[in-house]
């Protein structure tokens, strides 16, 4: 199978446009430096899986990939001491959390 990159990175953030909106949480997951194959996302609120996953195919390249995946947290989650992360699963052993952690409100 494809070589598995070691430089893969997963950030976690707020979605400036939906920000502006007032009404609406929603995160972001960027997921740079993949290597081709299925994978998919999930959200985590304070570390469990929320349970939408977001499947990815990604078609074959030479190149590493770069993703972006939105997600809309739910109203009954918008707590100031829950901490979002979000995961990127690949095939069956591989798996990245966001570096970073995010909360919905204050810092």
């Known amino acids: 199978?494809?070589?598995?990159?070691s430089t893969t990175t997963v950030l976690i953030r707020r979605?400036?446009?939906?920000?502006l909106k007032g009404d609406?949480?929603?995160?972001?997951?960027?997921?740079?430096?993949?290597?081709?194959?299925?994978l998919y996302v999930t959200f985590?609120?304070?570390?469990?899986?929320?349970?939408e996953k977001q499947y990815v195919d990604l078609p074959a390249s030479n190149g590493p990939h770069?993703?972006?995946?939105?997600?809309?947290?739910?109203?009954?989650?918008?707590k100031t001491d829950n901490?979002?992360?979000c995961k990127?699963?690949?095939?069956?052993?591989?798996s990245w959390v966001s570096s970073s952690k995010i909360k919905l409100f204050g810092e």
Do not use: M
């Open 1 to 5: 199978g494809p070589a598995v990159s």
């Open 15 to 19: 979605s400036l446009p939906e920000l």
């Open 24 to 38: 609406s949480a929603v995160l972001e997951c960027a997921i740079t430096q993949l290597s081709s194959s299925d």
């Open 44 to 51: 985590q609120a304070n570390g469990v899986d929320f349970p």
């Open 66 to 78: 770069s993703l972006t995946r939105r997600f809309s947290i739910p109203k009954s989650h918008w």
């Open 83 to 85: 901490t979002f992360t």
């Open 88 to 94: 990127v699963n690949q095939g069956y052993s591989n």
